[in-house]
């Protein structure tokens, strides 16, 4: 997990507030990956950015639910009006280029967001 | 629809003895497949990967095997420690276009305990 920095580790929100979840990738990676994991379930993609560009966003909910990952600065995720089931952990991880198929996805610690 | 899955919940074991985690998968398109470690409140970290050209992969104590004609993909953790107590989770990719191989599937995760 050593690189990927995300904050915050812990966020409460009450239902109809934004939360916004910041993902610092490793040193000169420029490829972002979101994941969410919902209690008892395994981690789900959600999007896959390069600075400045949605790569892949087809793991996302509809509404409500953003990313970016700007040319300075940390890729954030953005979720408005938040309600309880978007109560989870969501991870992030970075790579310096398009993975290959011997290149693991590395994961940071998460944030823990939790709807009141 | 669970492309990628861990039908058991949980496995306990005890320390000395060996491990073995299951998962089996449908997507026909994976051809890469890794093992995850998980402990409480961190990211998931890296354990072990498998490409689909080979059937097995080795290092150290942990040991992936993969039959493809079964889609069926085991761990083997010889000889168990009680640091080795985690929640596993098992996960699949293809390069999918765009997404390149970071579009990882997990399956729900084996809680596995070892007992000194």
């Known amino acids: 997990n050593a690189g990927v920095m995300q904050n915050p580790r812990h966020l409460v929100r009450r239902r109809g507030q934004e939360a916004r979840l910041r993902c610092s990738p490793m040193?000169?990676?420029?490829?972002v990956y979101w994941y969410r994991q919902l209690p008892e379930e395994g981690l789900k993609f959600m999007v896959y950015?390069?600075?400045?560009?949605?790569?892949?966003e087809s793991g996302m909910p509809k509404e409500r639910f953003s990313a970016e990952f700007p040319k300075e600065g940390p890729s954030i995720l953005r979720i408005q009006q938040v309600v309880r089931g978007d109560s989870a952990a969501y991870f992030c991880?970075?790579?310096?280029?398009?993975?290959?198929?011997?290149?693991?996805?590395?994961f940071g610690n998460g944030t823990r967001l939790t709807v009141t | 629809d669970q492309q990628v899955k861990q039908n058991s919940p949980s496995l306990s074991v005890q320390e000395g003895r060996i491990s073995i985690l299951n998962c089996d998968y449908t997507?026909?398109?994976?051809?890469?497949f890794l093992w995850y470690k998980k402990y409480p409140a961190e990211g998931p970290t890296f354990l072990i990967s498998?490409?689909?050209?080979?059937d097995k992969n080795e290092d150290g104590r942990f040991t992936v095997f993969l039959n493809k004609s079964a889609k069926h993909l085991s761990l083997h953790i010889v000889p168990s420690q009680p640091g080795d107590s985690a929640v596993y989770f098992c996960?699949?990719?293809?390069?999918?276009?765009?997404?390149?191989?970071?579009?990882?599937?997990f399956g729900q995760g084996t809680i596995l305990t070892v007992h000194p």
């Open positions: 997507n026909s398109m994976f051809d890469y």
């Open positions: 996960a699949a990719t293809f390069n999918a276009g765009g997404t390149s191989y970071g579009k990882l599937t």
């Open positions: 991880a970075s790579s310096p280029r398009p993975l290959l198929n011997n290149s693991p996805l590395h």
């Open positions: 950015l390069q600075k400045e560009n949605i790569i892949d």
């Open positions: 040193k000169g990676h420029s490829h």
């Open positions: 498998i490409s689909s050209i080979k």
